[in-house]
């Protein structure tokens, strides 16, 4: 008989691989040296892994709503892919938070099986989420998920090609995986983008719909946040100032090739602090959260 | 480094070597290139196997398979850890891993693409010089750069209307 035969066994065989909330490996940095390299601030390192990982986790989180709601099957599997990434990047740095400084992670009643990194996802209120409040909307129209597909995969890849050379060897590591991971999002993205801005009258107007819904998010994401600024100043992080240009220049070339014209529109505020990377969230994350969250938070000591 | 290898230690690589990928049980984890070390040190065995991609949910899977098959040969003490660099490239996926592939009906990556720098942004289908893996026929057409699994993209062919999947290059 095959490990594959029968899918109990896993399940009731009462190994240690039994697994409770999704996936297996206690720690997903197993065997990883997770050492902190001299002159990085735990606190600090902590507090950027949970805006980039809560980044991932939201965005994972609503572009899995498209799952049998896509225009067609291709992109029902495409959007789901991309939600797959997003949560894996999301594990491992949600894990290297709590790894970095155990403070962060909610606690949980004695005997609770929930590793510290589902603890983080599931046991935080929205004001403890540390994403940009660009990923938070529910989108309706496939249009809009391609404009924000296009922004937040842009934005993410010049994070990523930078991290890769971050002094914290956990975040370089995972930032290498991301890079390629995050190319193949983006291009999905800009194609669609143009084939929708040439398609039909219709197509180019839902996509300018939601291009313009879209935009006023943009700016925050540039903003430094005194965390960012840190991270950047002991080496292991990104200040996204930085990066603005290049993305501009990104964008820029996307939506010249498309004929679309850059929305004339006015960024939503606040920015800087008390904005997404303070907690700050739109009314749409803690509906979303609700949902994501409700099960675990149900049974904390749950094994499933 | 040379060291000594253990009559114990090779048996565990050999076992280790032949556990099969969940999702492609035509390729073994050492084809993929997933498993990156077999060590075995005062009888315990500790295999290193690192993600495809990041979300890679058949970890766990290969994790027990390993854990299982290397149980099945006596060894009792067996750990499993995770590399997460350097990343996993498919150029690691071995000759007859490729060979497995096509013997399956799937086409086998061509090379990775280098990333060091900036990744160029590309507005048109990835193009790739494909044949199919049922009729031979170069003339075949992407329909879908992400498929069933996260390595995957779709493509059909144009000349036997076959649809198959081809190992992304990564």
């Not at chain 1, 896993?10 to 997903?28: I, Y």
């Not at chain 1, 903003?223 to 600024?229: K, Q």
Request: some cysteine; aromatic content about 6%; charged content about 25%.
């Amino acid at each position: 008989m095959t490990d594959h035969d029968s899918a109990y066994d896993g399940l009731l065989g009462g190994d240690d691989s039994q697994w409770a909330f999704g996936t297996d490996f206690e720690d997903p940095l197993a065997g990883v040296d997770t050492t902190i390299a001299d002159g990085v601030d735990p606190a600090a390192l902590a507090s950027y892994c949970l805006m980039l990982g809560d980044d991932a986790l939201v965005y994972s989180h609503r572009l899995s709503q498209w799952a049998s709601n896509a225009p067609d099957l291709e992109d029902d599997i495409a959007l789901a892919n991309i939600a797959l990434d997003l949560l894996g990047q999301a594990r491992l740095l949600l894990a290297r938070a709590a790894a970095a400084d155990p403070a962060v992670v909610p606690v949980l009643p004695e005997g609770s099986p929930v590793p510290p990194e589902d603890a983080l996802a599931f046991f935080r209120d929205d004001a403890g989420f540390r994403n940009v409040r660009l990923v938070e909307p529910e989108d309706a129209d496939f249009g809009v998920t391609v404009a924000r597909l296009l922004v937040f995969a842009t934005y993410r890849l010049a994070l990523l090609e930078r991290l890769r050379s971050s002094d914290d060897t956990v975040l370089a590591a995972i930032a290498a995986k991301g890079v390629k991971e995050v190319a193949y999002h983006r291009d999905y993205a800009a194609r669609w983008f143009l084939t929708l801005a040439q398609g039909t009258e219709e197509s180019r107007r839902r996509l300018l719909a939601g291009l313009a819904l879209v935009w006023p998010l943009l700016a925050e994401l540039f903003d430094t946040h005194p965390v960012e600024a840190t991270a950047a100043g002991q080496g292991f992080g990104v200040d996204p100032a930085v990066v603005a240009d290049e993305v501009d220049v990104l964008l820029e070339q996307v939506l010249s090739v498309s004929g679309v014209e850059r929305p004339d529109v006015r960024p939503t505020g606040p920015l800087g602090r008390g904005a997404g990377r303070d907690g700050r969230h739109t009314e749409a994350l803690g509906r979303m959260l609700a949902e994501m969250q409700v099960v675990a938070r149900a049974h904390p000591l749950g094994r499933w | 480094m040379t060291t000594a290898v253990s009559p114990s230690a090779e048996r565990a690589r050999r076992v280790a070597a032949e556990v099969t990928d969940p999702e492609m049980p035509m390729l073994t984890l050492a084809d993929l290139g997933v498993l990156r070390d077999v060590v075995v040190e005062d009888d315990v065995v500790t295999v290193t196997i690192t993600p495809t991609y990041s979300g890679c949910p058949a970890m766990a899977t290969m994790r027990d398979d390993l854990v299982h098959r290397l149980r099945d040969h006596g060894f009792e003490d067996v750990r499993v850890r995770v590399a997460l660099t350097p990343a996993w490239s498919s150029d690691w996926i071995s000759e007859r891993g490729r060979q497995a592939l096509r013997d399956h009906g799937l086409s086998a990556p061509g090379p990775a693409p280098a990333h060091g720098g900036p990744v160029p942004l590309s507005l048109l289908p990835t193009r790739r010089g494909l044949f199919c893996p049922r009729c031979g026929s170069s003339a075949t057409a992407l329909t879908s750069e992400f498929g069933p699994t996260a390595c995957k993209a779709m493509y059909r062919c144009e000349d036997c209307l076959e649809p198959f999947e081809h190992v992304k290059e990564i």
